[in-house]
Nanobody, 125 residues
Framework: QVQLVESGGGLVEPGGSIRLSCAASGNIFSINSMGWSRQAPGKQREVVGMITRSGSPNYADSVGARFRISRDDAHNTVYLEMTALTPADTAMYYC???????????????????WGQGTQVTVSP
Protein backbone atom coordinates (compact mmCIF):
# COMPACT_ATOMS: atom_id res chain seq x y z
CA GLN A 1 0.00 0.00 0.00
CA VAL A 2 1.06 3.58 -0.68
CA GLN A 3 0.08 6.68 1.27
CA LEU A 4 0.38 10.35 0.36
CA VAL A 5 0.26 12.93 3.14
CA GLU A 6 0.06 16.66 2.47
CA SER A 7 1.16 19.33 4.92
CA GLY A 8 1.82 23.04 5.07
CA GLY A 9 -1.64 24.47 4.52
CA GLY A 10 -3.04 27.34 6.53
CA LEU A 11 -4.26 30.92 6.53
CA VAL A 12 -2.35 33.38 4.35
CA GLU A 13 -2.90 37.05 3.68
CA PRO A 14 -3.47 38.23 0.10
CA GLY A 15 -0.16 38.73 -1.64
CA GLY A 16 1.52 36.22 0.65
CA SER A 17 3.24 32.92 -0.01
CA ILE A 18 3.02 29.40 1.28
CA ARG A 19 4.71 26.08 0.57
CA LEU A 20 2.90 22.77 0.61
CA SER A 21 4.58 19.40 0.94
CA CYS A 22 3.38 15.94 0.05
CA ALA A 23 5.28 12.88 1.20
CA ALA A 24 4.72 9.43 -0.24
CA SER A 25 5.39 6.32 1.81
CA GLY A 26 4.76 2.60 1.70
CA ASN A 27 5.62 -0.10 -0.81
CA ILE A 28 7.30 2.13 -3.39
CA PHE A 29 9.53 0.90 -6.18
CA SER A 30 9.50 4.16 -8.11
CA ILE A 31 7.44 7.32 -8.48
CA ASN A 32 6.67 8.61 -11.94
CA SER A 33 4.74 11.87 -12.26
CA MET A 34 3.59 13.82 -9.22
CA GLY A 35 1.13 16.65 -9.15
CA TRP A 36 -1.21 18.99 -7.37
CA SER A 37 -4.88 19.75 -7.78
CA ARG A 38 -7.24 21.97 -5.85
CA GLN A 39 -10.93 22.23 -5.14
CA ALA A 40 -12.63 25.38 -4.00
CA PRO A 41 -16.03 25.28 -2.27
CA GLY A 42 -18.79 24.71 -4.80
CA LYS A 43 -16.36 24.18 -7.67
CA GLN A 44 -14.93 21.21 -9.48
CA ARG A 45 -11.44 19.99 -8.74
CA GLU A 46 -8.89 21.55 -11.08
CA VAL A 47 -5.35 20.53 -11.87
CA VAL A 48 -2.76 23.03 -10.64
CA GLY A 49 0.24 21.38 -12.21
CA MET A 50 2.46 18.35 -12.30
CA ILE A 51 6.10 17.35 -12.51
CA THR A 52 7.53 14.46 -14.48
CA ARG A 53 9.95 11.87 -13.18
CA SER A 54 12.76 13.77 -14.89
CA GLY A 55 11.75 16.93 -13.07
CA SER A 56 9.98 18.86 -15.81
CA PRO A 57 7.02 20.80 -14.47
CA ASN A 58 3.99 22.22 -16.18
CA TYR A 59 1.24 24.39 -14.79
CA ALA A 60 -2.34 25.37 -15.34
CA ASP A 61 -2.85 28.73 -17.02
CA SER A 62 -4.78 29.88 -13.94
CA VAL A 63 -1.65 29.83 -11.77
CA GLY A 64 0.92 30.87 -14.36
CA ALA A 65 4.29 31.79 -12.95
CA ARG A 66 2.98 32.29 -9.40
CA PHE A 67 3.27 28.60 -8.48
CA ARG A 68 6.27 26.32 -8.60
CA ILE A 69 6.32 22.54 -8.29
CA SER A 70 9.45 20.66 -7.34
CA ARG A 71 10.30 17.19 -6.09
CA ASP A 72 12.81 15.50 -3.82
CA ASP A 73 13.10 11.91 -4.93
CA ALA A 74 15.38 11.00 -2.05
CA HIS A 75 12.45 11.65 0.26
CA ASN A 76 9.59 10.78 -2.11
CA THR A 77 8.25 14.29 -1.66
CA VAL A 78 6.68 16.84 -3.96
CA TYR A 79 6.38 20.53 -3.12
CA LEU A 80 4.07 23.31 -4.23
CA GLU A 81 5.34 26.82 -3.65
CA MET A 82 2.64 29.43 -4.10
CA THR A 83 3.27 33.17 -4.29
CA ALA A 84 1.20 36.30 -4.87
CA LEU A 85 -1.80 34.52 -3.43
CA THR A 86 -5.30 35.90 -3.87
CA PRO A 87 -8.61 34.86 -2.30
CA ALA A 88 -9.31 32.97 -5.54
CA ASP A 89 -6.56 30.55 -4.54
CA THR A 90 -8.51 29.49 -1.46
CA ALA A 91 -9.13 25.76 -1.79
CA MET A 92 -8.35 22.31 -0.53
CA TYR A 93 -5.11 21.26 -2.19
CA TYR A 94 -4.49 17.63 -3.06
CA CYS A 95 -1.36 15.89 -4.27
CA UNK A 96 -1.28 12.84 -6.46
CA UNK A 97 1.44 10.50 -7.65
CA UNK A 98 1.81 7.70 -10.15
CA UNK A 99 3.59 5.01 -8.18
CA UNK A 100 5.05 1.67 -9.14
CA UNK A 101 4.83 -0.55 -6.11
CA UNK A 102 7.51 -2.96 -4.98
CA UNK A 103 6.87 -6.67 -4.63
CA UNK A 104 8.16 -8.67 -1.63
CA UNK A 105 11.11 -10.00 -3.66
CA UNK A 106 12.07 -6.46 -4.67
CA UNK A 107 10.90 -6.44 -8.28
CA UNK A 108 8.44 -3.85 -9.58
CA UNK A 109 4.75 -4.45 -9.19
CA UNK A 110 1.78 -2.66 -10.67
CA UNK A 111 1.59 1.08 -11.29
CA UNK A 112 -1.31 3.00 -9.82
CA UNK A 113 -2.28 6.57 -9.09
CA UNK A 114 -2.62 7.61 -5.47
CA TRP A 115 -4.10 10.70 -3.86
CA GLY A 116 -3.60 12.44 -0.55
CA GLN A 117 -6.34 13.59 1.80
CA GLY A 118 -5.75 17.27 1.10
CA THR A 119 -4.58 20.34 2.99
CA GLN A 120 -6.59 23.55 3.26
CA VAL A 121 -5.23 26.87 2.05
CA THR A 122 -7.25 29.96 2.91
CA VAL A 123 -6.27 33.36 1.55
CA SER A 124 -7.89 36.12 3.55
CA PRO A 125 -6.95 39.45 5.20
Amino acid sequence: QVQLVESGGGLVEPGGSIRLSCAASGNIFSINSMGWSRQAPGKQREVVGMITRSGSPNYADSVGARFRISRDDAHNTVYLEMTALTPADTAMYYCNAEVTSIRPMGDPGPTNEYWGQGTQVTVSP
